[in-house]
C-alpha cells in the first residue's frame, strides 16, 4: 500500500510528467533543429554579377591541344598545363558530380558526353530526392544492413543536395493512404523512424490524417474503405535543369565540359595503362585524341560498352531494368501532396506526384536491353493507368488520352566485377578499377550522386597518384550550384517589378534558375502588350518563355531544338503536343542564334518530332505532311523552300505522299458536335433499351452499344475495335452507362472512327479534351 502510494504521490507523477515532456520536447527539438530548410531568404535582391561561360568551340580547342602528341605509345606526353588530370566520359548526375568534385578540389578535368548532358538516366527519373523508404522497410523486415546504411547515406545527401541547389528543390509530402485498420502503425512506425534516421538532417516529422483530413488534402482519392493517411516528407527536383547546373558550376570551376563528343577509342601506353582516349564531334564527324592522366568511366547504363573499349574480353556487368513514367494533366492531383503507393497489383511501389504543374506517375521495374533511345512501352503504360485508377475516386475517369507525355529510364543495376560470382547486384554504387586504370563508377542513384562523386575522385587520387595536384579534399558539401549564390525565395517579385512578368513565369524562371533568371530576363524581348511587358511564352499553357531558348543557347550550350524542349526546359515531358506546338518557336529563336539554314531548320524540325513521338506524340502529328514548316528568311530561302515544296507537289502527283490537307481535316474544329436531329436520334435508340437501375437511373450494358448504333445513321459503320478503344480509353469499366455517358461515348466514337485517317491515326482522342495539361 505504502508502495502504491509512493508510485502514485504528486511527486512522482510530477516526475515522470516532466520527464515524458522533456524526452518528447527534446526529441521534437531534435529532429526540426537542423539547418532552416529551404534556406533563409536573402534580404538583399541585388543580381549576381554576370557570367558568360566559354563557348563551346573554346572547349573544344583545349580538348584538342591536350591530344596534340605523336603517338600515345611512345610520344612525349603534353606539357602539364595541356594534359587532362581527368577525363570523365558521361555527362549524366554521377559524370556531372565528379566533374564538379574534381574540379572544386583543383584538378584539370575535361567531361565529355556523347549526346546531350542528362539525356540519358538522368532527365528521366521519378525527380525525388529520398532516403527512400521501400528500402528502409527492406532493412527492417529483412535485417539487412546494407539497405539501412543505404537509406542513412541517402537521407544525409538530401540535405545537402537541397541545400547545394536550393531553387530547383523543394520539400514534398507524400501521402500513404491507409485501407486497413492493421496497416495504422505499421506505417506509423515505419515514418517514424524514417524520420529518425534523418536525425537533425529531417526536413519535417511525418504525422497521421484522419480520414476526412486525408480527403480534404487529397479529394481524388478514393474513398471507399479509407481509413486515414500518413503523410512523411521526402525532396523533389528537376533533375535534367540539376543536371545542367552541375554541368555549369563544373564549368565555372574550371572544367572543359562538351556535349555531342563521344568516345570511340581508349589508348593505352607502353605499359597497358590507359593514358587517353579518341573522341568524336557527333555533330561534325571530326575526331580526335584527347591526353588524361586518369579516365573515369561515368556511362550509368552504357557502362558495359566503355568496359569493352578497354578489354574486349570484358564480361557484362550491367543488368538494366527499364521504368516508366507518364504525365497527367494537373487536376490528377493537389498541387502540393503526392501520393505513394506501396504495395501495387503486382508488389511493386508506385509514385503519384505533383511536378512542374502536372502530374506525374510511375515507376516500373521491368528488365530491360540497353538501348540508347528507351520507349514506354504500351503495356506499361497501361499497367500505370490501371494502378493510378484503383486508388483514384471513382468518379475521376483515369483515360488513355490523358497521357500528356510518357518516358523510359533505364536503371543499371551492377554487378561488381572484383566480387565472387555468386554475389548478387550491388544494391548501391559500385566504383571498380580494371588493370589499365580505367576507373569506372555505376549504380547508386540521382540523391547520392555528391557522395558517389567524392569516392570516385577520392579513389582517382589515389589510383592516378594525383596528391601533388589537388588543392584540398573534399568540398562539395558546401559548394552551392551555380545559379544559388543571389537566389532567395522571394526573387520572383524581384523580378516581376523589374521586367514586367506574370507571377507564374517569374516563379518558374526564379524555379529553374535560380539568380541565373535575370540573365534569362535580360534576354526577354518586350512583348508591345499592356501586360506583361516581357516575357513571350512558347505556348500559352506552359511559362517557358522565348528568352529561355536564347539563354540556354548562349549560357547552357543548347545545340539542337530537342536539348530545349526536353532538357532546358521540360516541356516535352510535361506535355509532347504542346511541345510540337512550340517547335517552330523554338527552331526559329535558335536558328537565329545559331545561324541554321532553311534545310537545318527543316532537319532539326524532323528530328524533334521523330524524339516527340518516343514521348507519346499522337501518331497524326508524327506524320510529314503535318510537320509545321519553318519561315524562310532572305530570298535564298525562299527559292530553297520553293524548291523543296515543287520536289513535294511531284511526290504527291505519283501518289508517294499525300496532300497536306487530307490529313489536317482530323483535326478541324467541331470534332464532337453533334449534327441537327443527330442527338435526338441517339435519345430514341438509347430510349429503346434502356433499363433502370435500382437507383431509378435509367441505363444500358455497353455491350449492348454496338447494336444500338447500327439504327443510327452514321453510325452504323462502327467498329467493335473502336468501341472498345472508347471504352477504355474513358474508364467505363463497370458495364451500365447512363444517358451522359452514352453521348460521351458517341461523341468520342466520331473522333476516333470517323475522320478519313489511317485506323492507328485514328484512334486517338486528341490531347485538348484532356485540359491540354493546364
Ligand atoms: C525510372 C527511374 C527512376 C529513378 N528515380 C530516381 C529518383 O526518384 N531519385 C533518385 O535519387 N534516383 C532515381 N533514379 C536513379 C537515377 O536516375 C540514376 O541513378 C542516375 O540518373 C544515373 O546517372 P548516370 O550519370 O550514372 O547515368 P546517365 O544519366 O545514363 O548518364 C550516362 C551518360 O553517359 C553517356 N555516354 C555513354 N557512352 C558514352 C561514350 N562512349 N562517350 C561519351 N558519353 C557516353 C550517355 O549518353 C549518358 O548521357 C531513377 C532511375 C530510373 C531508371
Known sequence: MAILHRIFSRRTLAYVTGGTAAVLGGGYWYLNSGPAYPVPTKTTRRPPPPWSPPSRAEMLKELKASGKVTTFKSGSPPSEDQEFDLLIVGGGATGAGCAVDAA???????????????????????????????????????????????????????????????YLSNMLPIMLPIYKYWQVPYYWAGCKMYDILAGKENMETSYLMTKGKALETFPMLKSNGLVGALVYYDGQHNDSRMNIALVMTAVKLGAVVTNYCEVTQLHKDGQGKLNGARVKDNLTGEEWNVRAKGII?????????????????????????SGIHITLPNYYSPRKMGLLDPATSDGRVIFFLPWQGNTIAGTTDTPARVTRDPQASEDDIRWVLEEVRSYLSPDIK?????????????????RNPGAEKTEGLVRNHMIHVSESGLLTIAGGKWTTYRAMAEETIDQAVKTFGLDGRVKSGCVTDTVRLVGSDAWSRNMFIGLIQTYGLETEVAKHLSDNY????????????????RWPLHG????SSYPFIDAEVRYAVRHEYALTAIDVLARRTRLSFLNATAAFEALPTVVDIMADELGWSYRERRRQIKAAVKF??????????????????????????RVERGVWRAGKSALVLVGLTK???????????????????????????????TTKNGDGVEKVGTEEILELLKDVPGYSEVSKKELDYVLDEAGFKDGRVNFDEFIEICGNLKEVSFTPSSVTNRMTIPVEKSGGGV
Open 297 to 321: 568511366n561515368a556511362t550509368g547504363p552504357f557502362t558495359d560498352s566503355l568496359l569493352t573499349l578497354d578489354n574486349p574480353a570484358h564480361q557484362p556487368i550491367v543488368q538494366p531494368s
Open 612 to 637: 516527340l513521338g518516343t514521348m507519346g506524340l499522337p501518331a497524326t502529328l508524327m506524320v510529314e505532311d503535318n510537320h509545321p514548316e519553318p519561315i524562310p528568311k532572305g530570298w535564298m530561302e
Open 659 to 689: 496532300e497536306k490537307a487530307d490529313r489536317l481535316d482530323a483535326f478541324g474544329p467541331g470534332r464532337s458536335m453533334f449534327e441537327g436531329g443527330e442527338l435526338a436520334a441517339l435519345r430514341h435508340t438509347f430510349a429503346t433499351r
Open 104 to 166: 572544386s578540389r583543383g584538378l584539370r578535368v575535361a567531361l565529355v558526353e556523347r549526346d546531350d548532358f542528362g539525356a540519358g538516366t538522368s532527365s528521366k527519373s521519378t525527380k525525388l530526392v529520398h532516403g527512400g523508404v521501400r528500402y528502409l522497410q527492406k532493412a527492417v523486415f529483412e535485417l539487412d544492413y546494407e539497405q539501412y546504411k543505404l537509406v542513412n547515406e541517402a537521407l544525409h545527401e538530401r540535405r545537402i543536395f537541397l541545400q547545394t541547389a536550393p
Open 398 to 414: 483515369v483515360r488513355r488520352g490523358d497521357v500528356l507525355s510518357a518516358w523510359s529510364g533505364l536503371r543499371p543495376l551492377v
Open 536 to 539: 513571350r511564352r512558347l505556348i
Open 514 to 529: 535560380g539568380d541565373r533568371a535575370w540573365t534569362v530576363c535580360s534576354l526577354a524581348e518586350p512583348t508591345g502588350e
